[in-house]
């Protein structure tokens, strides 16, 4: 069965610091790859997304970025974090065939201070 | 860009109660997908629909893909306590790599 990890699970970070969150995707080979954020209460909105290794589509211009170093490994940071940033991250991915279908990992909650 | 309007944006009904929600857009959609999210985790999965017109059940949950493409809905039977949480749709334009999410429908259960 494919699986999608996410770590740290929660993070609070002060002002200015970098941030580097991992996501890592098991069961499957050759994934697309999904960064989203959610503010409390609110819907997804996608930040990044990743058809391959070393390709990164931004979706929104932000202070965050993306990269993705191995086929099963997708990176979001930051080198500076500012209020805004602070919400809830997901990632995702396709598995298999499937490719319409998003699986999405357990979240990591970044909160800054 | 492409938009889904999801409805209602939140429910409060009985425990045993039915359950009925839905999505629209003015774009064709060639996939549907419906996802829950409990507080503090990740969307899982409900169902997903590939085909227009299909009609696909996974337990107390029904959910159909609109035979225009453009719509989709979410049935819930007798509902039970753990189904309180928020219910996302999301579809997909063949090709694009991308979903488009509804905004998300908070059910709340009371006892």
């Known amino acids: 069965s494919q699986t999608i990890h996410q770590w740290p699970a929660t993070l609070v970070q002060p002002v200015g610091s970098p941030l580097s969150l991992e996501c890592t995707v098991e069961?499957?080979?050759?994934?697309?790859l999904y960064w989203y954020r959610q503010a409390a209460g609110r819907g997804l909105q996608l930040l990044f997304y990743?058809?391959?290794?070393?390709?990164i589509s931004s979706e929104v211009p932000q202070n965050l970025s993306a990269s993705r170093p191995q086929d099963r490994q997708f990176i979001l940071s930051s080198k500076k974090l500012l209020l805004s940033d602070s919400g809830f991250y997901l990632c995702?991915?396709?598995?298999?065939?499937?490719?319409?279908?998003?699986?999405f990992g357990p979240g990591t909650r970044l909160l800054v201070l | 860009g492409q938009q889904l309007n999801q409805s209602p944006q939140s429910m409060f009904i009985q425990e045993g109660e039915d359950v009925s929600m839905n999505c629209t857009s003015s774009?064709?959609?060639?996939?549907w997908l419906w996802y829950k999210q409990d507080p503090g985790e990740g969307p899982v999965l409900l169902i997903a629909?590939?085909?227009?017109?299909e009609l696909t059940s996974n337990g107390r949950l029904t959910a159909q893909f609109g035979i225009t493409r453009k719509d989709s809905f979410l049935n819930i039977s007798a509902s039970i306590p753990s189904d309180v949480g928020i219910y996302f749709c999301?579809?997909?334009?063949?090709?694009?790599?991308?979903?488009?999410f509804g905004q998300g429908t908070r059910l709340t259960i009371n006892p």
């Open positions: 990743s058809v391959g290794i070393g390709q």
């Open positions: 999301a579809g997909q334009n063949g090709g694009a790599q991308k979903l488009v």
């Open positions: 995702a991915g396709t598995m298999g065939e499937a490719q319409e279908t998003q699986y």
């Open positions: 629909l590939y085909k227009a017109g």
């Open positions: 774009s064709i959609f060639n996939t």
């Open positions: 069961g499957t080979s050759n994934p697309n």
